[in-house]
């Protein structure tokens, strides 16, 4: 019997072809070059008597037989397959049809007298369709066209996946208002932010004519990012929000353009991953979908071992003499200097406490970001209504119960050290530090605000004991400042025993009688009034161990050895109970690093020969470093306080160089 062409033709599935009875549909399409189509079952559709076929596509479609060579050797010149052997045909179009049913596939079948008995043919007419959505998924900063997996992300150096920026700035000159809070229309510089996307639809228009090209996300994505599809000279709003579904129309334009915006950072219920599908369908019916995928960028804290971009200070009506002596100090260090107006701080002078700079970054932009904290006093609105702006972000995270937050909460309590590696694994981004009460108390930082810095994975943060403190911050006792050798940087500890032991030394050498706090109009004390003063030695030795704690953490979690490590002379005072302390005198280790400049807390301690013998003595250890100590007076302003220069100053620093996405997570 013969097989007659105009009987049979092929029939179509998502991304398979198998033979089988006609259809009313004149025209088969493949989605090229995603899925090629596969012919199969040619036994079953093959006429009576057919034992071999022999397969041909036009110049446009590669045509591949799939067989096992244990079981059939690959037939010679003028031989045919074996039908019962092969295992399927794989068709593959090269590129895109200019018309319906520009290319096809022809199948025939012979019987068991080779070439010249044929039993029939079946030809199948393919419409080839190109559609494909593409990211930058080997992060240049810019789209990849037509490359596969592009729906899995992957950490390292080697890793591929498309990235996100939070578009926490404000371009669209909304004071006070994020543009991922706001709902307009973006600007020109307000897409400089987002990740570009486009979406390749080629083919036949009568294609496009009866078929949908559709972009989704999935309802929980919606509130995470917003798709754009830039029509002449505006960005429409396609996806996110209320939009989780969106027909494209193409248009006559084969490549079209959308931009994505990320919307949220990762947290503790959001891993940072979302997702983008493009379905092809008829009626009700999908052909053909893919899926890629983003990563929403972390927000990344640096260390004071970062070069100083800007300094920051309050202006209150106390502090005109310190403000002075920071000026001339910042302008050694080539740095800017902003003071903020008693007008936009409300009196309150501790601009560390309110928040922490970072930054965030894609492989085509980066920006820095303020993270605000719940604290909220007078410097409550300065970070999003001075800081916030073009090209500078702005996140934030408060508890639901505001009668939760603490001191802990203040960003004293927050630092990051530098690039470490410990117990075998690589942080070059640091790993963030925050205060904690530990196992002494309940005592803690809010719970949303360490979820947050915990869900950014880059920078894995470790819990320090700091509520033994009456403030409880860990810029109370550490610090760390850049060297040239070993590590990159030391890391700075106060330690009352350190200063004992100068004391000790200078009373042995004859100076008992030398005076702190000489000139001051405050209590002064002699050496020997320190070194016989029971209760004041009692209160360091418990407070050295409190910082033997956290100096055994440390090493242990950022791979640091004694060596890594500098004691800055303190003494602490504690309350009658014995739990909370402050210092004694100014504590040098609460310091403002610039580079090589450090700003550091006059500590007005005993003079000996013209001399503060504790500056000395950090000058001894700090200096050979190839460091410049500036001793500034903050006694009046800011130690009687309860806090230091550094308490009282913050900095924008330059983000490193090392991209967060070749970290090994």
Known sequence: MTLRKDRWRFAACPGVLVIGRPQKSPSIYTSWPLIPALITSLSCSAPRGAVSFDVRGSSSLDVIIVYDPRAVNKPKKGEKWPLNKVKKVVVSPQKASSDLNDSKVKVSYYGSQGKEDLLGSAVLYLTNVALSLDVDIFRTGSVTLRVREKDTWSWGHDGKGAILLVNCDSDRNISGVTDSEDNGAPNTADVKDMSPMILTAEGPDEIFDDHKVILQISSSDANRLRVYQKRRYQYVHVLGKSKVSYEVKRDNLDEIPFFVEGLQFPDADF????????????????????????????????????????????????????????????????????????????????????????????????????????????????????????????????????????????????EVSPPVTAGGKSYPLGRILIGDGLHMGNMQMSQVVRDFLGAQQVQTPVLLFSTWLYVGHIDEFMSFVP?????????????????????????????????????????????????????????????????????????????????????????????????????????????????????????????????????????????????????????????????????????????????????DI
């Open 271 to 414: 891993s940072g991953l979302v997702y983008i599908d493009l379905i092809f369908q008829k009626d009700e019916s999908q052909i053909f979908s893919e899926r890629v995928v983003f990563r929403m960028a972390p927000w990344i804290m640096t260390p004071n071992t970062q070069k100083p971009l800007e300094v920051y200070v309050c202006n209150v009506k106390t502090n005109s003499e310190f403000i002075k002596l920071l000026s001339d100090f910042v302008e050694k260090a080539r740095c800017p200097l902003t003071k903020v107006t008693y007008s936009e701080n409300r009196g309150d002078q501790w601009i560390q406490d309110e928040m922490e700079f970072g930054y965030t970054e894609a492989p085509h932009k980066r920006f820095p970001v303020v993270l605000d904290s719940p604290r909220n006093q007078g410097l409550k609105n300065f970070p999003v209504s001075e800081v916030l702006g073009p090209d500078f972000g702005y996140v934030t995270r408060e508890p639901e119960d505001r009668n939760t937050v603490n001191t802990l909460d203040s960003f004293g309590n927050l």
């Open 483 to 663: 060297a040239p050798d070993r590590k990159g940087f030391r890391l700075l500890l106060a330690s009352p025993r350190s200063c004992l032991q100068v004391f000790t030394q200078k009373q042995k050498e004859g100076h008992g009688d030398a005076v702190m706090f000489e000139g001051l109009g405050t209590t002064e004390y002699t050496i020997d009034d320190i070194l016989a003063d029971e209760t004041l030695k009692q209160s360091s030795e418990i407070c050295q161990e409190s910082i033997n704690l956290n100096r055994k953490i440390m090493k242990k979690e950022l791979g640091l050895s004694e060596d890594d490590i500098i004691d800055i002379p303190i003494l602490y005072k504690c309350d009658s109970s014995m739990e909370c302390a402050e210092s004694f005198f100014p504590n040098m280790v609460n310091m403002l690093v610039l580079g090589k400049y450090l700003g550091i807390p006059k500590p007005f301690g005993p003079r000996i020969s013209g001399s503060c013998c504790l500056e000395e003595k950090v000058r001894s250890l700090l200096e050979p470093l190839g460091l410049r100590c500036t001793f500034l007076d903050d006694f009046a302003t800011y130690h009687q306080f309860l806090g230091e220069v550094h308490c009282g100053t913050n900095v924008v620093r330059k983000p490193f160089s090392f991209s967060w996405w070749e970290c």
